[in-house]
């Protein structure tokens, strides 16, 4: 069963808070924290998906699309595809950008720490197209004139479960709430 910590700010940080007009998130239930997390990863587009390989870390940024907390990410290989092979243990971060001289408390973002499997497209045409419901880029595609393209390549399809999310967003009352499962 998920559980949330919500971290509970000193009584200084009160001060600092309240001068601002932030007001942190007491009480929350896990699935409602789940809620949050997955309408940002909703919202969002782009990762930056850190794997190791041999004691070598890599950060790649990549698109993604997901359902809820279960993010899915279509790739043609490369050295990432290597290091989930031998190292399934990812992480992740989303982000919105950040203007401090606007707004220094601003920061929003998610870091995830999950669990990556893959398949070949082709090796398991069933899966793929359950998972390519949740594809939003299918009129861009088409628009494009891009559809023979990707139905011709055998991507990877790579899906990372989370085991643990920190959200950070002062604004919004989240300050660095962690889930685990």
């Known amino acids: 069963m998920p559980k949330l910590i919500l971290p509970h700010a000193n009584r200084q940080e ?24 997955a309408a940002y990863i909703s919202s969002h587009n782009v990762l930056n998906l850190a794997t190791c390989r041999d004691n070598e ?3 790649t940024t ?9 993010v899915y990410i279509l790739s043609e290989g490369g050295s990432k595809i290597l290091s989930m092979q031998k190292n399934p243990a990812v992480s992740y971060t989303i982000n919105d950008p950040y203007y401090p001289e606007k707004n220094y408390l601003s920061a929003s973002g998610l870091q995830v720490w999950g669990s ?17 419901k949740y594809f939003r880029n299918s009129e861009a595609v088409a628009a ?9 390549v055998n991507f990877n399809i790579i899906t990372i479960e989370p085991h643990k999310i920190r959200y950070l967003d ?3 009352g989240f300050r660095n709430v962690v889930w685990e499962k």
Do not use: W
């Not at 009160?14 to 997390?37: N, P, R, T, Y």
């Not at 698109?63 to 907390?69: A, D, K, T």
């Open 14 to 37: 009160q001060v600092v808070f309240e001068k601002f007009g932030i007001h942190l998130i007491e009480a929350m239930s896990a699935d409602e924290f789940e809620k949050v997390a």
């Open 57 to 59: 870390p890599r950060c």
């Open 62 to 70: 990549l698109e993604y699309f997901n359902n809820g907390l279960t």
């Open 116 to 132: 990556a499997t893959l398949f070949k497209k082709n090796d398991d045409s069933a899966r793929a197209q359950e998972v390519m």
């Open 144 to 152: 494009q004139g891009l559809e023979p393209m990707v139905h011709a």
């Open 170 to 172: 002062l604004c919004r």
